[in-house]
């Protein structure tokens, strides 16, 4: 954790804004009120009142317990339920029968700029589908509820079957990001114990196809758990196979009948539906775990509330599955309630910069859950893309990843929604498993102002505090945290995966003698009580909505034979938010050059991520440290905003900040 800059600042926030769009909202203002304050006066019941509309196969003893450890709470302990039967059979089996579950796009078009494939799939067909995957995992792989399987795929409609598939099984599973390198996938998976991984040949990204065969070959040498891989033959390419080792789904689907049954395996609410590998502060991802119960009654609710989702809706976020907003609010979430989603492949400006318009357009999207990043991308190519398309049937915008600044707010408002769609910034978090802080166009009219996150759901109590854990005044700066337990938060039994004493540590030893969760976000409340997440407030980066740790950075970076160290902070960006630049020290022997900091770029994008890429490198003889050897990427922050250095009595060398100055302010930034 950096030093704490508590700078006391108040954010802009005057204007406010009502709307005819929010005439649909269920409730009134006061009923708004009336449910908030019910609710925290006995969150407990409020959840599970919630939990009823549910389908439990048995109710819950408890509605909330604590497990062996300090803060690894268990949600509706005793209570029967299964995900897979919650988003498909239920449906499956309802009027919903025939209703559109998925439509997907793949990313190649013809000529006239068409997509070359779009399937559908019905809740019947996806029902079929869940069902026979789950055959193969149970019959082929002999697969079973507590084993687990990661999933290194692209986002097809095969990815959401095997998710579910795992879900009707009760097999724990994680989702590694097809965009991570064989060194991420290993650790993650290795981390994991995964028996299986589920992958693809490939995929297309922005014209190009992407194979993952070979990234997955590499990986699985370090991942010696896996005992199989299951492959879906995305793109026909010829793949390196393993005999005994390694399967086409296709070939074992073949012999699969189409009416093949597997009944949903019953768990307990607290089973671990999935591991969620996400950066913190320190090198190894930490694995976050969702339970069942929980998570899926803040699903629940947050369609609900956050979306306002409704039969007649056509939904879609473009989030990758390797997230968790595609866990949450693609897998899993807008299939819970019935709803009819989008999913596509490809790049939202790929072939033509109104790719992302023309999917609206097509299949008459009526909910939209964006990014700022894709917002700003968008607006540097101007208005002409987006009147080109009848947007007409978008009623409500939600954002996520990262704060949204007022002008790409304004953007999406006046330009996209047409002055008619509330547009909101849904805050949350890997840990919390669903929207925390947000607008809720389904529950209530509350006026919109352009930037904020809104107010806590009900339910949900959380706060802006000092140091101290004070609540501070309003538009005063300072920590965001959560103060109640909520269904959704990490699950048993250890919280995070094999780790119980870093989840403790992390995220309930900030503020002592109380059961405050730290998010590690800076925030200010203002006088109407909506709160304005400013950013992170530790060694995290936010690269166009995605969460990086800088140790992973410059983990990667140390790990090339040129660099002896590498110290890693984050630098605005007007479309991304922030990029990650690097201050690299050089082992004896190597010179600095342009082509070795090119190559220390792309051995990052490689070895790690693209969007881990460092957008300039700048070479230096020392990193500026503390007198007990810490880096100090405060300073280096400082340096590359042009602020002042604030506090350095504990700085051992003070000629490192002139040097890093130095270099900067030589090559500037890319
Ligand atoms: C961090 C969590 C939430 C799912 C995707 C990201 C930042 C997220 C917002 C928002 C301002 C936001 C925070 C948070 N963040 N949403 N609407 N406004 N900041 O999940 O990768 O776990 O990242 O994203 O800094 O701590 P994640």
Same mark, same amino acid.
């Given at each position: 954790?950096?030093?704490?800059?508590?700078l006391?600042?108040?954010?802009?926030?005057?204007?406010?804004?009502?709307?005819p769009?929010?005439?649909?909202?269920?409730?009134?203002?006061?009923?708004?009120?009336?449910?908030?304050?019910?609710?925290?006066?006995?969150?407990?019941?409020?959840? @599970?009142n919630?939990?009823?509309?549910?389908?439990?196969?048995?109710?819950?003893?408890?509605?909330?317990?604590?497990?062996?450890?300090?803060h690894?709470?268990?949600?509706?302990?005793g209570?029967?339920?299964?995900?897979?039967?919650? @988003?498909v059979?239920?449906?499956?089996?309802?009027?919903?029968?025939?209703?559109?579950? $998925?439509?997907?796009?793949?990313?190649?078009?013809?000529?006239?700029?068409q997509?070359?494939?779009?399937?559908?799939?019905?809740?019947?067909?996806?029902?079929?589908?869940?069902?026979?995957?789950?055959?193969?995992?149970?019959?082929?792989? &002999?697969?079973?509820?507590?084993?687990?399987?990661?999933?290194?795929?692209?986002? $097809?409609?095969?990815?959401?079957?095997?998710?579910?598939?795992?879900?009707?099984?009760?097999?724990?599973?994680?989702?590694?990001?097809?965009?991570?390198?064989?060194?991420?996938?290993?650790?993650?998976v290795?981390d994991?114990?995964? =028996?299986?991984?589920?992958?693809?040949?490939?995929?297309?990204?922005?014209? =190009?196809?992407?194979?993952?065969?070979?990234?997955?070959d590499k990986?699985?040498?370090?991942?010696?758990?896996?005992?199989?891989?299951?492959?879906?033959?995305?793109?026909?390419?010829?793949?390196?196979?393993?005999d005994?080792?390694?399967y086409?789904?296709?070939?074992?689907?073949?012999?699969?009948?189409?009416?093949?049954?597997v009944?949903?395996?019953?768990?307990?609410?607290?089973?671990?539906?999935?591991?969620?590998?996400t950066?913190?502060?320190?090198?190894?991802? =930490?694995?976050?775990?969702?339970?069942t119960?929980?998570?899926?009654?803040?699903?629940?609710?947050?369609?609900r509330?956050?979306?306002?989702?409704?039969?007649?809706?056509?939904?879609?976020?473009?989030?990758? $599955?390797?997230?968790?907003?595609?866990?949450?609010?693609?897998?899993?979430?807008?299939l819970?309630?019935?709803?009819?989603?989008?999913?596509?492949?490809?790049?939202?400006?790929f072939?033509?910069?109104?790719?992302w318009?023309?999917?609206?357009?097509?299949? &008459?999207?009526?909910?939209?859950?964006?990014?700022?990043?894709?917002?700003?991308?968008?607006?540097?190519?101007?208005?002409?893309?987006?009147?080109?398309?009848?947007?007409?049937s978008?009623?409500?915008?939600?954002?996520?990843?990262?704060?949204?600044?007022?002008?790409?707010?304004?953007?999406?408002?006046?330009?996209?929604?047409?002055?008619?769609?509330?547009?909101?910034?849904?805050?949350?978090?890997?840990?919390?498993?669903?929207?925390?802080?947000?607008?809720?166009?389904?529950?209530?009219?509350?006026?919109?102002?352009?930037?904020?996150?809104?107010?806590?759901?009900?339910?949900?109590?959380?706060?802006?505090?000092?140091?101290?854990?004070?609540?501070?005044?309003? &538009?005063?700066?300072?920590?965001?945290? $959560?103060?109640?337990?909520?269904?959704?938060?990490?699950?048993?039994?250890?919280?995070?995966?094999?780790?119980?004493?870093?989840?403790?540590?992390?995220?309930?030893?900030?503020?002592?003698?109380?059961?405050?969760?730290?998010?590690?976000?800076?925030?200010?409340?203002?006088?109407?009580?909506?709160?304005?997440?400013?950013?992170?407030?530790?060694?995290?980066?936010?690269?166009?909505?995605?969460?990086?740790?800088?140790?992973?950075?410059?983990?990667?970076?140390?790990?090339?034979r040129?660099?002896?160290?590498?110290?890693?902070?984050?630098?605005?960006?007007?479309?991304?938010?922030?990029?990650?630049i690097?201050?690299?020290?050089?082992?004896?022997?190597?010179?600095?050059?342009?082509?070795?900091?090119?190559?220390?770029?792309?051995?990052?994008?490689?070895?790690?991520?693209?969007?881990?890429?460092?957008?300039?490198?700048?070479?230096?003889?020392?990193?500026?440290?503390?007198?007990?050897?810490?880096?100090?990427?405060?300073?280096?922050?400082a340096?590359?905003? &042009?602020?002042?250095?604030?506090?350095?009595?504990?700085?051992?060398?003070?000629?490192?900040?002139?040097?890093?100055?130095?270099?900067?302010?030589?090559?500037?930034?890319?």
């Amino acid at each position: 954790m950096s030093e704490p800059e508590i700078l006391g600042e108040s954010l802009p926030f005057e204007e406010r804004i009502e709307l005819p769009g929010w005439a649909r909202v269920n409730v009134s203002v006061s009923t708004y009120e009336a449910t908030l304050r019910k609710s925290l006066a006995d969150p407990q019941e409020y959840w @599970a009142n919630l939990a009823r509309e549910l389908d439990w196969f048995q109710e819950w003893e408890t509605i909330l317990s604590k497990e062996g450890y300090p803060h690894v709470y268990h949600w509706f302990n005793g209570g029967l339920l299964n995900l897979s039967h919650l @988003a498909v059979d239920r449906h499956a089996h309802s009027h919903r029968r025939n209703k559109l579950a $998925i439509i997907w796009e793949g990313e190649p078009t013809d000529e006239k700029g068409q997509p070359k494939e779009v399937r559908k799939l019905t809740y019947g067909d996806l029902y079929r589908e869940v069902n026979r995957m789950a055959f193969i995992l149970k019959e082929k792989f &002999g697969l079973k509820k507590g084993d687990r399987m990661a999933v290194y795929m692209p986002l $097809i409609p095969e990815a959401i079957v095997t998710l579910l598939a795992a879900a009707r099984l009760g097999i724990t599973f994680t989702v590694v990001f097809s965009g991570f390198s064989a060194e991420s996938l290993s650790s993650r998976v290795a981390d994991l114990g995964a =028996k299986l991984l589920v992958t693809a040949d490939g995929f297309y990204r922005r014209g =190009k196809t992407v194979l993952l065969k070979e990234i997955v070959d590499k990986a699985l040498e370090q991942a010696p758990s896996v005992e199989s891989t299951l492959l879906v033959r995305r793109l026909g390419v010829a793949c390196p196979m393993t005999d005994g080792r390694d399967y086409y789904l296709d070939d074992l689907l073949s012999e699969v009948p189409q009416s093949i049954k597997v009944d949903p395996e019953i768990v307990e609410s607290g089973h671990p539906l999935y591991v969620l590998y996400t950066s913190g502060t320190t090198g190894k991802p =930490k694995g976050i775990i969702h339970d069942t119960g929980g998570y899926s009654v803040l699903l629940h609710a947050t369609m609900r509330w956050v979306f306002d989702v409704r039969d007649e809706d056509v939904y879609w976020c473009p989030a990758d $599955i390797g997230w968790v907003t595609g866990h949450s609010y693609v897998a899993y979430g807008p299939l819970l309630e019935g709803a009819t989603e989008v999913i596509f492949e490809g790049a939202l400006d790929f072939p033509a910069p109104d790719r992302w318009w023309a999917i609206i357009e097509r299949y &008459g999207v009526s909910l939209l859950y964006t990014t700022p990043t894709a917002t700003r991308a968008q607006m540097k190519f101007g208005e002409d893309y987006v009147k080109k398309h009848d947007l007409s049937s978008l009623r409500l915008l939600q954002s996520v990843g990262e704060p949204i600044n007022p002008s790409a707010w304004w953007w999406l408002f006046n330009l996209v929604g047409d002055k008619r769609c509330p547009v909101g910034s849904t805050w949350w978090m890997t840990e919390t498993g669903g929207v925390m802080i947000s607008s809720l166009p389904g529950l209530a009219l509350i006026p919109m102002k352009p930037g904020t996150n809104g107010m806590p759901l009900p339910g949900v109590k959380a706060d802006v505090v000092d140091e101290a854990g004070a609540s501070v005044a309003p &538009g005063k700066k300072g920590f965001l945290v $959560i103060q109640n337990p909520w269904p959704g938060m990490p699950g048993p039994p250890t919280g995070m995966f094999g780790d119980p004493d870093r989840f403790e540590k992390q995220y309930f030893s900030r503020f002592p003698g109380t059961d405050y969760f730290f998010c590690g976000d800076y925030a200010v409340k203002d006088k109407d009580g909506y709160i304005w997440v400013a950013g992170r407030a530790d060694e995290v980066l936010k690269v166009a909505g995605h969460r990086l740790g800088t140790y992973e950075i410059e983990s990667a970076i140390v790990s090339h034979r040129s660099a002896s160290e590498a110290a890693v902070v984050a630098i605005p960006d007007a479309i991304k938010g922030e990029v990650p630049i690097a201050f690299v020290v050089l082992k004896q022997g190597h010179e600095p050059s342009d082509a070795l900091r090119i190559e220390v770029r792309k051995w990052v994008r490689d070895g790690f991520s693209p969007i881990a890429e460092p957008s300039q490198v700048y070479f230096v003889n020392k990193l500026p440290k503390t007198r007990s050897g810490k880096i100090m990427r405060r300073l280096l922050r400082a340096v590359a905003e &042009g602020r002042p250095l604030g506090d350095v009595a504990t700085l051992e060398d003070e000629t490192s900040v002139e040097e890093a100055k130095k270099a900067y302010e030589e090559l500037g930034v890319r």
